[in-house]
């Protein structure tokens, strides 16, 4: 499967899916979840909660796709 993400790439309007065994399917993005909006509502949101971590994207979970990407830095390097 591709996904051809739209410019700018930090806020697309669009994505659109394609595989060898499908048709393109376009997904319009709404303008308000577009660059870190999705995140900051989710920390504005624990944070008035009280929580000092996300349900969404929890530490474990960041640290296992940060350990993902340096993986893939050291490979392209």
Do not use: C, K
């Amino acid at each position: 499967m591709r996904a051809d993400i739209h410019a700018p790439f930090w806020a697309p309007e669009r994505i659109v899916l394609t595989g060898l065994s499908m048709e393109p399917e376009e997904h319009v993005l709404d303008p308000a979840d577009n660059g870190y909006a999705g995140e900051l509502r989710e920390v504005r949101a624990a944070t008035a909660e009280g929580r000092t971590e996300s349900s969404i994207m929890p530490l474990d979970e960041s640290l296992a796709m940060a350990g993902l990407l340096a993986d893939a830095r050291r490979q392209l390097a």
